[in-house]
């Protein structure tokens, strides 16, 4: 089954609680979600950076597909780690707010 890897799980405080600050259910359609960096990880920190590359094991160029959202160095540094681990097809969801929906747009490295 395919997976959509979201760069950056960003959440939002609400009533002393953590939710998700975006509804990404739409994306569903393309795969499980799967959070790379967590809300609180940090890109910069080595810890975080080795859980985020054990998160993209898995990672597919043919199935699977990137949902860039939060931190612009989150969404960085997974398209870093994912050319680290040589992959040649990244699948980009791209939100269309106009047609408020995803279109998928292809980066061939």
Same mark, same amino acid.
């Given at each position: 089954?395919?997976?959509?890897?979201?760069? +950056?799980?960003?959440?939002? =405080?609400? *009533?002393?609680?953590?939710?998700?600050? &975006?509804?990404? #259910?739409?994306?569903? %359609? /393309?795969?499980?979600?799967?959070?790379?960096?967590?809300?609180?990880?940090?890109?910069? &920190? *080595?810890?975080?950076?080795?859980?985020? #590359?054990?998160?993209? #094991?898995?990672? *597919? *160029?043919?199935?699977?597909?990137?949902?860039?959202?939060?931190?612009?160095?989150?969404? /960085?540094?997974?398209?870093? &780690?994912? +050319?680290?681990?040589?992959?040649?097809?990244? %699948?980009?969801?791209?939100?269309?707010? /106009?047609?408020? =929906?995803? +279109?998928?747009?292809?980066?061939?490295?």
């Amino acid at each position: 089954m395919s997976r959509v890897y979201v760069t +950056h799980n960003r959440m939002r =405080k609400r *009533d002393n609680a953590l939710i998700p600050a &975006l509804d990404l #259910r739409p994306a569903e %359609q /393309f795969g499980s979600l799967s959070a790379v960096f967590d809300h609180e990880m940090d890109p910069s &920190l *080595d810890a975080d950076l080795s859980l985020a #590359r054990a998160r993209l #094991r898995d990672y *597919d *160029d043919e199935q699977d597909y990137i949902l860039p959202t939060g931190s612009p160095l989150a969404t /960085f540094t997974v398209g870093m &780690l994912l +050319h680290e681990r040589g992959a040649t097809l990244i %699948q980009v969801l791209e939100w269309d707010r /106009f047609a408020l =929906k995803y +279109h998928v747009r292809t980066v061939q490295l």
